[in-house]
């Protein structure tokens, strides 16, 4: 089932996401959404609290990288509960995108790679390292369960030649070719 995705402005995307149990109702379900979701809107992340769940959960998918980079294309994880252990000093610059910010791409620095601990669909535990692209999308959708959004990352110049699209995107003011709320 395809979720409407909440877009900036609505203060789910500002809340420090809750962590979850491993009997959280229809949590299989719940996944699929999401997948199903991000899919559809053509993203490589999602999380939780952009399908409006104050929960900590995010699913990644590279697929629409499939045409550029077909090895990185079969890259999918969920990852529940996730904690981030050890983040590089070395960061690098690249582009994003947000499903909760349509129409708007701006440079942000991330760390090159990480250390995460995260639990997967079943609730087993592993404690993973990533760099580049992948360590880029999970410090992305990670961020969205501490109430942070990409474009808190840009610099403060930029910010501020985007600041009437957030405006208008939290007023509603905003087109764009999947379900949003
Ligand atoms: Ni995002």
Redesign the pocket.
Known sequence: MILPIYTYGNAVLRKHAEEISSDYPDLKKLIDDMYETMYHADGVGLAAP?VGLPIRMLVIGLDALAEDNPELAKFKTVMINPVMLEMSEEEVEGNEG???IPGISEKVYRAEWIKIKYYDADFNEHIEEFEDFIARVIQ??YD?LEGSL?TDHVNPLRRQMIKTKLNNIAKGKVQCDYKIK
Do not use: A, I, P, T
Request: negative net charge.
């Open positions: 952009q947000c499903l909760s992305h959708e969205h990409f």
